[in-house]
Protein backbone atom coordinates (compact mmCIF):
# COMPACT_ATOMS: atom_id res chain seq x y z
CA UNK A 1 0.00 0.00 0.00
CA UNK A 2 1.35 3.31 -0.77
CA UNK A 3 1.10 5.19 2.63
CA UNK A 4 4.71 7.03 2.87
CA UNK A 5 5.94 7.51 6.48
CA UNK A 6 8.47 10.25 4.97
CA UNK A 7 5.83 12.16 3.17
CA UNK A 8 3.43 11.90 6.04
CA UNK A 9 5.96 14.39 7.31
CA UNK A 10 6.38 16.94 4.67
CA UNK A 11 4.40 19.80 6.31
CA UNK A 12 6.20 19.49 9.48
CA UNK A 13 9.59 20.12 7.66
CA UNK A 14 8.58 22.62 4.93
CA UNK A 15 7.08 24.29 8.55
CA UNK A 16 11.19 24.68 8.99
CA UNK A 17 12.39 25.88 6.12
CA UNK A 18 13.47 29.60 6.38
CA UNK A 19 11.61 32.62 5.25
CA UNK A 20 13.39 33.65 2.62
CA UNK A 21 15.15 30.64 1.91
CA UNK A 22 16.52 30.61 -1.84
CA UNK A 23 18.85 27.19 -2.18
CA UNK A 24 18.61 24.07 -0.96
CA UNK A 25 20.18 20.49 -0.87
CA UNK A 26 17.96 17.49 -0.89
CA UNK A 27 20.31 14.19 0.56
CA UNK A 28 19.07 10.88 -0.69
CA UNK A 29 15.97 12.51 -2.65
CA UNK A 30 14.77 9.37 -4.09
CA UNK A 31 12.28 9.59 -6.17
CA UNK A 32 12.08 14.03 -5.92
CA UNK A 33 8.90 14.14 -4.10
CA UNK A 34 9.96 16.49 -1.34
CA UNK A 35 12.28 18.07 -3.83
CA UNK A 36 9.64 19.71 -5.93
CA UNK A 37 7.87 20.80 -2.77
CA UNK A 38 11.06 22.87 -2.07
CA UNK A 39 11.08 24.02 -5.15
CA UNK A 40 7.38 24.81 -5.51
CA UNK A 41 8.18 26.84 -2.45
CA UNK A 42 10.51 29.15 -4.76
CA UNK A 43 14.01 27.29 -3.81
CA UNK A 44 16.04 26.28 -6.33
CA UNK A 45 17.30 22.67 -5.28
CA UNK A 46 19.98 20.32 -5.80
CA UNK A 47 18.72 16.95 -5.25
CA UNK A 48 21.37 13.89 -4.72
CA UNK A 49 20.80 9.58 -4.36
CA UNK A 50 22.98 6.91 -4.96
CA UNK A 51 20.00 4.99 -6.72
CA UNK A 52 19.96 5.31 -10.37
CA UNK A 53 16.83 4.40 -10.41
CA UNK A 54 15.62 6.21 -8.00
CA UNK A 55 16.66 9.36 -10.12
CA UNK A 56 16.19 8.48 -13.59
CA UNK A 57 12.57 8.09 -11.88
CA UNK A 58 12.34 11.68 -10.65
CA UNK A 59 12.65 12.64 -14.40
CA UNK A 60 12.71 16.11 -14.18
CA UNK A 61 11.54 19.29 -12.34
CA UNK A 62 11.22 23.68 -12.94
CA UNK A 63 13.95 23.94 -10.25
CA UNK A 64 15.11 21.37 -9.35
CA UNK A 65 18.62 19.43 -10.12
CA UNK A 66 18.67 15.89 -10.20
CA UNK A 67 21.86 14.33 -9.77
CA UNK A 68 23.05 10.91 -8.91
CA UNK A 69 25.55 10.95 -6.79
CA UNK A 70 26.79 9.70 -3.02
CA UNK A 71 27.00 13.20 -0.43
CA UNK A 72 30.11 11.74 1.21
CA UNK A 73 32.12 11.24 -1.60
CA UNK A 74 31.09 14.89 -3.12
CA UNK A 75 32.47 18.18 -1.93
CA UNK A 76 29.77 20.10 -0.21
CA UNK A 77 30.37 24.07 -1.41
CA UNK A 78 31.30 25.90 2.10
CA UNK A 79 28.26 27.80 3.30
CA UNK A 80 26.26 28.08 0.10
CA UNK A 81 22.29 26.37 1.58
CA UNK A 82 19.77 28.00 2.91
CA UNK A 83 18.36 24.79 3.96
CA UNK A 84 19.69 21.01 3.60
CA UNK A 85 17.33 18.15 4.33
CA UNK A 86 17.90 14.51 4.96
CA UNK A 87 14.63 12.36 4.47
CA UNK A 88 15.63 8.81 5.85
CA UNK A 89 18.92 8.66 4.19
CA UNK A 90 21.31 9.83 7.25
CA UNK A 91 21.47 6.32 8.43
CA UNK A 92 22.76 5.44 4.99
CA UNK A 93 26.10 7.04 5.53
CA UNK A 94 28.44 7.70 8.82
CA UNK A 95 26.46 9.98 11.31
CA UNK A 96 29.52 12.47 11.14
CA UNK A 97 28.10 13.37 7.65
CA UNK A 98 26.66 16.14 9.41
CA UNK A 99 29.99 17.60 9.70
CA UNK A 100 30.20 18.39 5.92
CA UNK A 101 26.09 19.53 5.77
CA UNK A 102 26.55 22.00 8.74
CA UNK A 103 30.02 23.56 6.48
CA UNK A 104 27.32 23.67 3.33
CA UNK A 105 24.79 25.56 5.62
CA UNK A 106 24.72 29.53 4.74
CA UNK A 107 24.39 31.65 7.61
CA UNK A 108 21.45 31.02 9.84
CA UNK A 109 20.49 27.93 7.53
CA UNK A 110 18.58 25.19 8.90
CA UNK A 111 19.34 21.40 8.89
CA UNK A 112 16.43 19.01 8.77
CA UNK A 113 16.78 15.19 9.30
CA UNK A 114 13.73 13.17 9.22
CA UNK A 115 15.76 10.21 10.86
CA UNK A 116 15.22 6.31 11.20
CA UNK A 117 16.41 4.63 14.58
CA UNK A 118 17.03 1.43 15.97
CA UNK A 119 14.70 0.37 18.81
CA UNK A 120 16.05 -0.68 21.96
CA UNK A 121 14.80 0.96 25.01
CA UNK A 122 11.13 -0.13 26.47
CA UNK A 123 9.87 3.61 25.30
CA UNK A 124 11.01 2.48 22.11
CA UNK A 125 8.81 -0.20 21.74
CA UNK A 126 5.94 1.22 23.42
CA UNK A 127 5.87 3.93 20.67
CA UNK A 128 5.97 1.49 18.00
CA UNK A 129 3.12 -0.76 19.41
CA UNK A 130 1.13 2.67 19.30
CA UNK A 131 2.33 3.39 15.69
CA UNK A 132 0.87 -0.25 14.39
CA UNK A 133 -2.86 0.14 14.11
CA UNK A 134 -2.57 4.27 13.16
CA UNK A 135 0.10 2.69 10.39
CA UNK A 136 -2.74 0.45 9.23
CA UNK A 137 -5.27 2.75 9.11
CA UNK A 138 -3.19 5.26 7.15
CA UNK A 139 -2.06 3.05 5.09
CA UNK A 140 -5.85 1.93 4.43
CA UNK A 141 -6.86 5.83 3.53
CA UNK A 142 -3.97 6.66 1.33
CA UNK A 143 -4.48 3.38 -1.10
CA UNK A 144 -8.36 3.75 -1.20
CA UNK A 145 -7.68 7.18 -1.91
CA UNK A 146 -4.53 7.08 -4.70
CA UNK A 147 -6.85 4.77 -6.11
CA UNK A 148 -9.67 6.57 -6.54
CA UNK A 149 -7.50 9.68 -8.00
CA UNK A 150 -5.96 6.86 -10.61
CA UNK A 151 -2.25 7.91 -9.34
CA UNK A 152 -0.33 4.83 -8.53
CA UNK A 153 2.70 5.67 -7.63
CA UNK A 154 5.34 3.83 -9.48
CA UNK A 155 7.41 0.86 -7.54
CA UNK A 156 11.52 1.79 -7.85
CA UNK A 157 14.19 -0.33 -5.96
CA UNK A 158 15.55 1.94 -3.65
CA UNK A 159 18.44 0.84 -1.35
CA UNK A 160 17.47 0.20 1.92
CA UNK A 161 19.35 -0.82 4.79
CA UNK A 162 18.43 -0.42 8.60
CA UNK A 163 19.31 2.04 11.07
CA UNK A 164 22.26 0.97 13.65
CA UNK A 165 21.81 4.40 15.87
CA UNK A 166 19.73 3.92 18.86
CA UNK A 167 17.59 7.69 19.17
CA UNK A 168 19.77 7.71 22.82
CA UNK A 169 23.32 7.97 20.10
CA UNK A 170 21.94 9.92 18.05
CA UNK A 171 20.74 12.88 20.27
CA UNK A 172 24.63 12.03 22.03
CA UNK A 173 25.82 12.64 18.83
CA UNK A 174 23.80 15.40 17.71
CA UNK A 175 24.72 17.32 20.99
CA UNK A 176 28.31 16.83 20.03
CA UNK A 177 28.49 17.37 16.40
CA UNK A 178 25.43 19.83 16.09
CA UNK A 179 25.54 22.07 19.12
CA UNK A 180 22.05 23.38 19.51
CA UNK A 181 20.30 21.20 17.49
CA UNK A 182 17.07 19.21 18.64
CA UNK A 183 15.86 16.20 18.22
CA UNK A 184 12.48 14.52 19.23
CA UNK A 185 10.71 11.13 18.63
CA UNK A 186 8.05 11.02 15.87
CA UNK A 187 5.14 8.38 15.79
CA UNK A 188 6.13 6.78 12.62
CA UNK A 189 9.10 5.02 13.42
CA UNK A 190 11.22 8.10 13.07
CA UNK A 191 13.07 11.25 14.54
CA UNK A 192 13.34 14.94 13.82
CA UNK A 193 16.29 16.63 13.99
CA UNK A 194 16.62 20.69 13.39
CA UNK A 195 19.64 22.65 13.85
CA UNK A 196 20.01 25.89 12.77
CA UNK A 197 23.49 27.49 12.20
CA UNK A 198 23.08 30.40 14.20
CA UNK A 199 22.50 28.24 17.57
CA UNK A 200 25.80 26.89 17.38
CA UNK A 201 27.36 30.56 18.13
Known amino acids: MPFDHNDHYHRLLL ?15 GTGRFARELAERGLRVEALDVSEEAVAAAGTAPGVDFRVADVTAVRLPEGR ?17 VTALRAALAPDGVLLVLGCYRERTAADRAVSLLAVPVNAVA ?41 GSRVRRLLFWRYFLVFREDAAR
Open 15 to 29: SRVPPGALTALDVGC
Open 139 to 179: RLSVAVRERLRGRPRPAVRAPVRPPTMSLTEVRAEADRLLP
Open 81 to 97: YDVITCLASLHHVPFAT
